[in-house]
Structures are given as structure tokens and as C-alpha cells.
């Protein structure tokens, strides 16, 4: 099993910045991808960023060039850090690993941190 449990969400101004952390525990030196996705409210889960175990990176559109994650394989640690945020980020931001068990991709979710982006 992997457990996740983010810090470092609140409440910020539009054009503010955040930096999320999420540290795993468990078995995680088989994970594969770990990163962030987000649900606003009345919304679907989406995806943010993720980045797998060789360092490439995965952003959505709307985040591109304004967020950044990186990964501490060391301290088994996903940081995403957020520049020039926008009434529309406001969401609670889930941190997501993956791994392969026999085959079979496994997800882990953590609880959620609400980021909240004040125009």
C-alpha cells in the first residue's frame, strides 16, 4: 500500500502563489507516476501535473508555464509549486501515485488540500 498526505493549501489572492507538498510512505519505491489533479465543485476530478519515475512531466493545458512539480525520490516527496493563480484554481487538489503490482496499475489518492484563489 502507499499512503499520501498532502500540506500547503489556503487561501491566496489572484495572482498569488502556493506551494503544495505531498509525501508517500508505504511501498513506495515501485511508484511509477505521483502528482496532483483537482476537483472544483459541481466538477469532475481533473487532471494538474504528474511526473513519472524518470523525471518526464505531464501538465494540463491550463496550468502549463505557470505551475511546476518536481519530485524528491529521496524523501519520497511531490511538490507543485503555483505562480500567478487564478480565481478558476480554486479547488481541493488531491495528490495521486501509481504503481504496477503484478501487471496490474494500482492508484493511491490522498485526503485533498482546498486551494482557494480570491479575485
Known amino acids: 500500500q502507499v499512503q499520501l498526505v498532502e500540506s500547503g493549501g489556503g487561501l491566496v489572492q489572484a495572482g498569488g502563489s502556493l506551494r503544495l507538498s505531498c509525501k508517500a510512505s508505504g511501498i513506495t519505491f515501485s511508484i511509477n507516476a505521483i502528482g496532483w489533479y483537482r476537483q472544483a465543485p459541481g466538477k469532475q476530478r481533473e487532471l494538474v501535473a504528474t511526473?513519472?519515475?524518470?523525471?518526464?512531466?505531464n501538465y494540463a493545458d491550463s496550468v502549463k508555464g505557470r505551475f511546476t512539480i518536481s519530485r524528491d525520490n529521496a524523501k519520497n516527496t511531490v511538490s507543485l509549486q503555483m505562480n500567478g493563480l487564478k480565481p478558476e484554481d480554486t479547488a481541493v487538489y488531491y495528490c495521486?501515485?501509481?504503481?504496477?503490482?503484478?501487471?496490474?496499475?494500482?492508484?493511491?489518492w490522498g485526503q485533498g488540500t482546498q486551494v482557494t484563489v480570491s479575485s
Open positions: 495521486y501515485a501509481d504503481r504496477l503490482r503484478l501487471g496490474v496499475r494500482l492508484d493511491y
Open positions: 511526473i513519472r519515475s524518470g523525471l518526464t512531466t
